[in-house]
């Protein structure tokens, strides 16, 4: 037994998946397509993916939002854990990687769950408090840009009800936030979030070593 989070090896995490994946098959294309992406590394982990659905379910999240994209894996796994009435903003600045989103969250049936809105991020975030929403969503999840992610969170933390949750993609920058000396501008960034977080009594805080690091803020 150990104390600490064990390292994946391959062997492990391989057996993870298989005996614990289950990955809807558009989800699985999606997957596939994506990987002959030149950014494939923005996408995901599939075992992510099925625990962003579980989250979702458990909190039986409706109102959701999502910051980042990409080519909508993430979005796809949120969406389809909604209820029929549930619904997805779905944030992202790019219409070519959203292009691919709409056409495989249309094959699975759940496009009139997603408002795509193609801007800034904190833009629509910040519109929708405008518009008196704040309060009003169950769950955020964040993985874009990473310089703004504390505006992000501090968005997605006023647009959210008391007991609602967001989660937080790439806490750990590839295991770089464990540098004191790093110059990287976005992996600083998470370095000040993360101890941010640490000490912000808003939220209930876990973070977990599931890909390149989850954190999940509860708000309080
Ligand atoms: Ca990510």
């Known amino acids: ?112 769950r997603i408002d795509l809105r193609i801007a800034p991020a904190h833009e629509t975030l910040a519109a929708l408090l405008d518009e008196g929403q704040a309060g009003t969503f169950d769950f955020s999840f964040i993985d874009a840009d990473k310089e703004r992610y504390d505006t992000y969170y501090e968005q997605s933390l006023e647009l959210l009800r008391p007991g609602g949750v967001i989660a937080l993609d790439n806490v750990f920058r590839d295991g770089r936030v464990a540098d004191p000396d790093v110059e990287d501008e976005s992996v600083r960034a998470l370095q000040r979030l993360n101890e941010k977080l640490h000490e912000d009594d808003r939220v209930h805080l876990t973070m977990l070593p599931l890909a390149d690091g989850v954190t999940l803020a509860m708000k309080r």
């Not at 391989?14 to 999606?30: C, D, G, H, Q």
């Not at 796994?77 to 009435?85: M, Y």
Request: aromatic share 8%.
């Open 1 to 112: 037994m150990s104390t600490q989070s064990i390292g994946l090896s391959e062997a492990l995490h391989e057996y993870l998946l298989s005996v614990s994946l289950r990955e809807p098959a558009v989800m699985t294309r999606l997957r596939e397509e994506t990987a002959e992406h030149p950014k494939s590394n923005m996408q995901i982990a599939p075992e992510q993916g099925q625990f962003l659905r579980f989250l979702v379910r458990l909190i039986g999240a409706r109102r959701t939002l999502e910051v980042g994209v990409f080519t909508g894996y993430s979005a796809l796994a949120v969406a389809q854990a909604l209820p029929e009435t549930g619904t997805l903003v779905a944030c992202d600045v790019s219409e070519a990687y959203t292009s691919v989103a709409r056409r495989y969250w249309n094959d699975a049936g759940v496009a009139d």
